[in-house]
């Protein structure tokens, strides 16, 4: 009798919703696309543009990555680089009318890549990437994951060719 | 059928009138006060027995003794933790326990500690759902006194799912304090513990693992939700190195353990994709994006709303 009296309470106490030891929330951020927003910006804080391409907004370009365009755009949008303000855009489609200084292409756009060279041949635009291989088809600055950390590697040469000059803070945290 | 409490009384009276009647006039006596629920008049008459050297050897005085403070802590103080009654009510039983060598009131005495030991295992979980970084040890203390009453009362009882349950709500109490202010990483540090604790007593428990991943992971989080405008490169290098120790070889691990015991668990998948994606397994990130969808499909998991 008390043996079921005991173990009704306990066992009430174990089934009322306070006490269900709840999944704990798991924080949803993309962590990936904080990291990546973050170097976007110190390549645009570090590397050196022509002086034609110093007016107005300084324009980063995001092509096929929405969680990457939401993240900078909050953490970093309207921040100073230079004289300029920094502007990203979310983009599909390479715009014709607007001049960008940075554009990342994300992997799942990685087949535009070559076009999007030929289309940007004459204009100062970096190009960000974040797959293997990227770098001996055009894109100047490429994101590589080394143990669960971003890193970058550059092909300083073609960046130099359209002008831009790396900064010595990029240079010494590229990989080589 | 006699209701638990109604046999305990009637056994109660059954003795007083019995077994020592010519012996033990005075705890006779507030035993009969007690049954007719005087109680203050029970306690008076129960401290004239405890100063009776003959009254008070005996084993039935302090049961007595300790069924009449019970009484009154389930009448007047059930709700204080803190109540003497309840305190007084546990000394006296486990005095008559101690003088008891043949045994004459020990079953009863064991199932009044084990009343008590329950009250203190509420009194224990009430405190999980409430406690600070100041007064974090209280729910300890009273886990610690139900521990020890239920090991006299019912030396066979197996602890490991009260040790489990405790451990768990600490340590969900613990993560709580920790969201409130993840600044301080203590609480979050306590809650790993309680948790590690309870995937010690039992290695099947997906919840527990499946907690200790997200603490991993969400101490990432936070570190990467510092990156801003002023994180130098090196900085960011540095940020990503021990976040990648803290998703890779912690978070993952503990959730990869929780998926083996509960695959079919929507959250368990859903922090696998997270914990992938982070470290940009992109396969990983297809399958379990796939697994959610299917269990969607099945109907076995939600999606959440926004």
């Known amino acids: 009798m008390h043996k079921t009296y005991f173990r009704l309470i306990i066992l009430f106490i174990l089934l009322s919703p306070a006490f269900r030891s709840a999944a704990q929330g798991i924080q949803s951020d993309n962590t990936v696309a904080m990291i990546r927003a973050n170097y976007l910006y110190q390549f645009a804080n570090y590397n050196n543009w022509p002086s034609d391409t110093k007016n107005g907004k300084f324009y980063i370009g995001i092509l096929g990555n929405t969680d990457l365009y939401e993240i900078a755009s909050a953490k970093y949008g309207a921040k100073p680089i230079g004289n300029q303000t920094l502007e990203f855009l979310s983009l599909t489609n390479l715009p014709q009318a607007t001049y960008l200084h940075v554009l990342f292409i994300d992997k799942a756009m990685k087949n535009e890549l070559p076009r999007i060279v030929k289309e ?3 204009k100062s635009t970096l190009i960000v990437t974040n797959w293997e291989g990227a770098l001996a088809t055009g894109s100047h600055i490429n994101f590589k994951n080394i143990d669960g950390s971003i890193r970058f590697e550059i092909n300083k040469k073609s960046m130099e060719d359209k002008k831009i000059t790396p900064g010595i803070k ?3 945290w590229a990989i080589q | 059928m006699i209701k638990a409490p109604i046999l305990f009384l009637l056994s109660f009276v059954l003795v007083a009138f019995t077994m020592n009647g010519q012996e033990l006039p005075l705890t006779n006596a507030a035993a009969v006060l007690c049954q007719d629920k005087q109680y203050d008049a029970a306690l008076a008459k129960i401290e004239e027995a405890k100063l009776s050297k003959i009254e008070s050897g005996f084993p039935y005085m302090w049961y007595v003794d300790g069924f009449i403070h019970k009484e009154i ?10 109540s003497n009654q309840r305190e007084m009510a546990v000394e006296s039983f486990l005095k008559a326990l101690e003088l008891d060598k043949r045994n004459e009131q020990t079953a009863m005495t064991k199932l009044s500690l084990k009343f008590l030991a329950s009250s203190y295992y509420n009194d224990a979980l009430i405190q999980t759902r409430e406690f600070d970084l100041t007064n974090e040890q209280e729910p300890e203390l009273y886990f610690k006194k139900f521990r020890r009453l239920i090991h ?3 030396p066979g009882t197996s602890l490991k799912k009260f040790d489990n349950e405790f451990n768990k709500s600490m340590g969900q109490r613990y993560f709580q304090l920790w969201q409130m202010n993840i600044e301080n990483d203590v609480p979050a540090e306590r809650a790993t513990g309680k948790y590690n604790e309870v995937v010690r007593l039992d290695s099947t428990d997906s919840d527990a693992f499946y907690n200790i991943a997200v603490i991993y992971y969400n101490k990432a989080v936070f570190k990467y939700r510092k990156i801003g405008p002023d994180t130098d490169i090196f900085d960011l290098i540095m940020t990503q190195q021990d976040c990648a ?10 959730m990869q353990r929780a998926y083996k015991l509960n695959a079919e668990n929507g959250e368990i998948v859903r922090g696998l994709m997270y914990i992938h994606r982070a470290l940009e397994h992109e396969n990983d990130v297809a399958y379990f994006k796939a697994e959610i969808e299917r269990l969607v499909a099945e109907g076995k998991i939600t999606l959440p709303q926004n």
């Open chain 1, 120 to 122: 940007l041949k004459d």
């Open chain 2, 152 to 154: 006299i009362a019912e």
């Open chain 2, 73 to 82: 802590y389930k009448l007047n103080e059930s709700g204080n933790r803190n």
């Open chain 2, 245 to 254: 120790e803290l998703i890779k070889n912690k978070a993952l691990v503990n």
């Open chain 1, 170 to 172: 990029i240079l010494q």
